[in-house]
């Protein structure tokens, strides 16, 4: 499933940008913080901070494809 058909991927590409957090510590910040659960929508599963650099990582090459 690619990353704009899934709103919580797309969310956590963002946050971090958002609250200068890498994606190792928005993975720990997931755990304690009640408005990122909120924010995302209480996951019982967080994809790890590997799932979302991957993820990036691809929109970055497709766009970069594109030009």
């Known amino acids: 499933m ?8 797309f969310k956590m590409i963002v946050l ?7 994606d190792f510590e928005l993975e720990k910040q997931y755990i304690d913080q009640i408005y990122l659960r909120k924010f995302l929508g ?5 994809p790890d901070n590997t799932t979302v650099c991957s993820s990036r990582k691809r929109i970055i090459d497709n766009a970069k494809k594109k030009k």
Do not use: A, E, K, T
């Open 42 to 46: 209480f996951l019982d599963y967080i």
């Open 16 to 22: 971090p940008q958002c609250h200068g957090l890498s």
């Open 2 to 9: 690619g990353v704009y058909r899934n709103p919580l991927m």
